[in-house]
C-alpha cells in the first residue's frame, strides 16, 4: 500500500495543498510573508541591469588589432 505523505503528492496535489495553507493562514492572521519594500525591488533590478550591461560591453569590447610581424629575426 502507498504512504499518502506530503512527498507522495503529485505536483497538482501539493499546489492545491500550499493554496489551502495559504488561504488558512490569511483568514487567520498566519501570514508568513512580509510584502518587499519597492526600494529593494528597484535596487535589485538597478543593479542586475548594470551588471548585465558591464557584462555586456566586456564581452563585446573590439580585440585589440594584431600588426603584422616582420620577418622573424633568427
Do not use: C
Given at each position: 500500500?502507498?504512504s499518502?505523505?506530503w512527498f507522495d503528492?503529485?505536483?497538482?496535489?501539493?499546489q492545491?495543498?500550499?493554496?489551502a495553507?495559504?488561504r488558512?493562514?490569511?483568514?487567520y492572521?498566519l501570514?508568513?510573508h512580509?510584502?518587499v519594500?519597492?526600494?529593494a525591488?528597484?535596487?535589485?533590478?538597478?543593479?542586475l541591469?548594470g551588471?548585465g550591461i558591464?557584462?555586456?560591453?566586456a564581452v563585446?569590447?573590439?580585440?585589440?588589432?594584431?600588426?603584422?610581424?616582420?620577418?622573424?629575426?633568427?
Amino acid at each position: 500500500m502507498k504512504s499518502r505523505e506530503w512527498f507522495d503528492l503529485n505536483p497538482w496535489q501539493f499546489q492545491l495543498l500550499w493554496w489551502a495553507f495559504e488561504r488558512y493562514g490569511r483568514e487567520y492572521g498566519l501570514s508568513k510573508h512580509k510584502a518587499v519594500p519597492v526600494r529593494a525591488v528597484v535596487g535589485g533590478l538597478i543593479a542586475l541591469l548594470g551588471i548585465g550591461i558591464l557584462t555586456g560591453q566586456a564581452v563585446h569590447s573590439p580585440n585589440p588589432k594584431l600588426q603584422p610581424q616582420a620577418e622573424v629575426v633568427k
